[in-house]
């Protein structure tokens, strides 16, 4: 549904249902909205005698997405060929049989993933025109997120795809566009420069079972969903300083790793959180 208010005031406003099924029975439909409203200030009285702006618009809008971008069967879990040996014989060969291993947990549960999304942003056009841009802020929180989860190996699979956790990423988008030169003659030369600047902050706000961090598939609550996760490399080791090395088993030339707990020994209570991986 769209609406127009003396083309001053703009409402746009959106119900959608979606079918996937490639996810688990009973969880394959979702339905999201979405609304936006737009506000065109240069059509406002008030704005009629500033002759240098063109066009301005104000506008933000909110709704929901959803993803279900998973292979088909990956609800049913997968089974991977392997040999195993029984009883006894003369060689190798006469013990080994083949058969096969859980893969890949099914989850009968596993539903979309869904992102709420809330956008604000101003267009403008400046100067006859010859100036136009926009600015942009958006904040999307994406919760039940698609991913694939490493299982110990006690547990008797390999992994599990679940809807795991919430995270949110923040941001801001900047476009001009600048017309320098332009021809009176139609089809004459032209010279248009366009800039487009824009940053992101993405990180994990919830794990699933409340859990601050899941080490073993390098997920951290505060951090980015693909950061790295290790030993933090202070430098190399050196000559004088080899009795401090040597309670560490290393010598000089060696890489040196900070002991964060200082307990004279680097072991995987000593790993942190560094970049993202992308």
């Known amino acids: 549904a769209t609406y127009s208010f003396d083309n001053k005031y703009l409402l746009t406003a959106t119900v959608r249902t979606d079918g996937s099924s490639v996810l688990a029975p009973g969880h394959q439909w979702v339905t999201y909205p979405a609304v936006s409203v ?13 002759k ?28 991977s060929s392997n040999f195993y040996n029984y009883g006894q014989g003369s060689t190798a060969l006469v013990n080994y049989v083949n058969g ?25 056009a ?54 320098n030169v332009q021809s009176r003659k139609e089809g004459g030369f032209s010279w248009r420069t366009d800039l ?7 990180k994990i706000v919830a794990l699933q079972q ?23 490399k202070l430098g190399i080791w050196q000559t004088s300083e080899a009795t401090q090395a040597a309670v560490y088993g290393q010598a000089p030339g060696d890489i040196k790793l900070e002991d964060i707990n200082k307990n004279n020994s680097i072991d995987a209570n000593d790993g942190q959180t560094g970049k993202s991986a992308v």
């Open 38 to 50: 737009g506000w065109n200030l240069d059509r406002e009285k008030f704005f009629s005698n500033i």
């Open 52 to 79: 240098f702006v063109n066009a301005l618009k104000l506008r933000a809008g909110w709704g929901i997405s959803s993803n279900a971008g998973i292979n088909p069967y990956t609800t049913l879990g997968s089974l």
């Open 100 to 124: 096969y291993t859980i893969n890949t947990l099914p989850n009968p549960e596993l539903t979309w993933e869904k992102t709420k999304g809330l956008n604000i942003g101003v267009d403008f």
């Open 126 to 179: 400046l100067l006859n025109n010859r100036l136009t841009g926009s600015i942009e802020y958006f904040d999307s929180k994406t919760s039940d997120i698609l991913l694939s989860k490493s299982l110990p190996v006690s547990n008797g699979a390999n992994s599990i795809l679940v809807n795991a956790g919430k995270t949110s990423t923040k941001g801001m988008e900047f476009t001009i566009s600048n017309l």
């Open 196 to 202: 487009t600047a824009f940053f992101t902050r993405e």
């Open 210 to 232: 409340g859990l601050q961090q899941d080490v073993g598939n390098g997920w951290f609550v505060g951090k980015p969903i693909t950061v790295i996760y290790d030993l933090k």
